[in-house]
């Protein structure tokens, strides 16, 4: 069995654990919902909603969503970023599986379709996507990292999300603050605008972990790469993106 293959297994089994802890911290804020509205419809005027953490699906949730995360990050040791990245889509097919026993939601032909989509996607990425994933020294990504057209592209990626989040922030406050704006352009946009912001901070946060697992293999290896500045940086610029990305997802 080859390495990529055991990376896309341990990557469907992590964005399935990260979609189930998804559903039950909905259904954690849910719950606590519910009970602050039966308390409310009952007179209770001095009922003081609980935390939702001291609801246990939503500690559970916490725990698989977590749970998942560490598996992703530990599959970009042994398949393609680009492979693994396409993978994450599976939490879509899983969603409804999860959506309709967890919060009894009902799936509607739409997404039925859209999820065939999403499946016949996947067989065909995995049967015919890049199954290569090279290990890299601290230096040869360095001098990746540092190539002009690597930060020719951050730097119109930094521009990309700072001009989508002001229009996203100036649209939510336009909308806020006139009810005639309702049905205006800005309702179209928004969702746009959020998507471009999340997926480009959530591209990077992917390509730090992809770096992080990296020297992580590396270092299993025994060639020790904790010396290594770089592998500091990408720590730290992965856990900025992904601090900042996991509130959107």
Request: proline share 2%.
């Amino acid at each position: 069995m080859g390495d990529w293959v055991i990376g896309a297994l341990i990557n469907i089994v992590g964005s399935v654990a990260i979609n189930f802890g998804t559903n039950l911290l909905k259904l954690g804020h849910d719950q606590r919902e519910k009970l602050s509205t039966t308390n409310n419809n009952q007179g209770n005027d001095k009922f003081v909603p609980k935390s939702v953490m001291h609801f246990q699906t939503w500690r559970i949730g916490i725990l698989f969503f977590a749970a998942g995360n560490c598996l992703n990050f530990m599959s970009f040791a042994y398949a393609a970023q680009s492979l693994l990245a396409a993978l994450g889509s599976i939490q879509f097919v899983s969603n409804i599986a999860f959506a309709y026993f967890v919060l009894n939601k009902t799936i509607s032909v739409k997404v039925m379709v859209a999820t065939t989509f999403i499946v016949f996607g996947n067989i065909f990425l995995v049967s015919f996507g890049n199954h290569q994933s090279p290990v890299y020294t601290p230096e040869q990504l360095v001098a990746k990292y540092s190539n002009l057209v690597f930060v020719l592209y951050c730097m119109s990626l930094v521009f990309v999300v700072a001009f989508n989040q002001y229009l996203y922030r100036s649209g939510e406050t336009i909308i806020s603050d006139s009810a005639k704006h309702t049905g205006s352009h800005w309702r179209t946009l928004l969702p746009f605008s959020y998507a471009i912001v999340s997926g480009a901070i959530g591209s990077c946060s992917v390509l730090f972990a992809k770096s992080l697992s990296n020297m992580l293999r590396l270092t299993m290896s025994s060639r020790y790469q904790f010396h290594s500045w770089f592998t500091y940086s990408m720590l730290l610029l992965f856990l900025f993106t992904a601090g900042f990305w996991l509130p959107l997802s």
